[in-house]
Structure formats: structure tokens, C-alpha cells
Nanobody, 122 residues
């Protein structure tokens, strides 16, 4: 069983930065792939980024490539999403997710956090 808790959301201006954290419980964190999704009002939840168990392989949605960086600290059971050059269209509830493989994370992750709100003003 993996439990996930996001933090770090808030209000930022366009062009600014925020860093999200996802704290995970359970001894299996370091063997699981992790990812971030987001959902804006009236839209479906969409994939943002994913990272494999070691942190050596990452994947990004085209909309955030070059602006967002996903990373993880297995010693502290925490995953991060550094968001730079924020745009108003990045406004959403951001969720962290986890599953055994990166492919599973990107398509239908088994474990989800509760979400954290990110609002970017123009």
C-alpha cells in the first residue's frame, strides 16, 4: 500500500516558479515509478510528468517540457515537481501518482494523492 500527500501549491504570477512535493509512505517507494497529473475546471485530468524508480528516466507532456522538472529523493520518500516560467494555463489541481512501472503511471496509476491547487495569475 502506498499513500501519497502533495504540498507546495499556491498562487504564483505568470513567469514565476513553484515547487510541489509529494511525500509517500510505505517501504516500497524507492521501487515504484511516480508521476504528476493535473486537472483544470471543466477539463479531464492530464498527464504532466513521470519518473522511474531510480530517477534516471523521466517523461514530460509537451505542454510543460523545458519548463517543469520532475525529481525524487528515495532516501526521504519524496518526489518533486519544479515548475518554472509558469503560465496562466498551468492553473490546475496537481496530483501525484504512483505505480510499479512508468507506463502504468502514465496511463492508469493505482495510487493517487489528494491534490494541491496551483493558481497562476496573468
Amino acid at each position: 500500500q502506498v499513500q501519497l500527500q502533495e504540498s507546495g501549491g499556491g498562487l504564483a504570477q505568470a513567469g514565476g516558479s513553484l515547487r510541489l512535493s509529494c511525500a509517500a509512505s510505505g517501504r516500497t517507494f524507492s521501487s515504484y515509478s511516480m508521476g504528476w497529473f493535473r486537472q483544470s475546471p471543466g477539463k479531464e485530468r492530464e498527464f504532466v510528468a513521470a519518473i522511474n524508480w531510480s530517477g534516471g528516466i523521466t517523461s514530460y507532456a509537451d505542454s510543460v517540457k523545458g519548463r517543469f522538472t520532475i525529481s525524487r529523493d528515495n532516501a526521504n520518500n519524496t518526489m518533486y515537481l519544479q515548475m518554472n516560467s509558469l503560465k496562466p494555463e498551468d492553473t490546475a489541481v496537481y496530483y501525484c501518482a504512483s505505480d510499479r512501472t512508468t507506463a502504468q503511471v502514465m496511463n492508469a496509476p493505482h495510487y493517487w494523492g489528494q491534490g494541491t491547487q496551483v493558481t497562476v495569475s496573468s
